[in-house]
């Protein structure tokens, strides 16, 4: 049916991003917002249709030196599984605690647990990265972003 890996995955790709338009198209609008809360799920699902679509079309010969790097070591995929359990936690945890704190420490514990030496180095990105982004988004693009159990 579909003859390269290109074009299998091209398929799943437009799978997840056909859902991903469907929950985005859900997300309520409000009335006095510069822009609104829809724009950059709707922005980043057409972009994920526009290149699943471009790489179903691309050319691409399978040599055994590309189906040997897909292969995944089994001792990976634990690893894997574990980063996999760190986003789930992330996305359980956001709204109640908050997007400051949570990307604060899915940052530096799944740093550390993929082996990321630099503690201070770690805990510095752990704490400005969440609070530019979380002013980036609240101050310039008018977005608000789960606060949680922070005051602000």
Do not use: H
């Not at 995955?9 to 309520?28: E, G, T």
């Not at 030196?65 to 956001?94: D, H, M, N, S, T």
């Amino acid at each position: 049916m579909f003859k390269t890996v290109n074009q299998r995955v091209s398929i799943v790709l437009l799978l997840i991003a056909a859902l991903y338009l469907i929950i985005a198209y859900q997300i309520p609008s409000y009335p006095y917002t510069e822009v609104d809360a829809d724009v950059i799920p709707k922005t980043l699902g057409w972009l994920l249709v526009l290149l699943s679509a471009s790489l179903f079309f691309l050319k691409d010969s399978d040599s055994e030196e590309q189906k040997e790097r897909r292969k995944i070591p089994k001792k990976e995929i634990g690893v894997l599984l574990v980063v996999a359990g760190f986003i789930l936690v992330y996305i359980a945890l956001l709204e109640i605690i908050g997007f400051v704190l949570v990307t604060g420490l899915f940052i530096f514990f799944c740093s550390w647990f993929l082996g990321y030496k630099k503690y201070i180095t770690n805990a510095i990105v752990s704490i400005l990265f969440p609070i530019i982004m979380y002013l980036m988004f609240t101050e310039l693009l008018k977005l608000s972003l789960p606060s949680g159990i922070l005051p602000f």
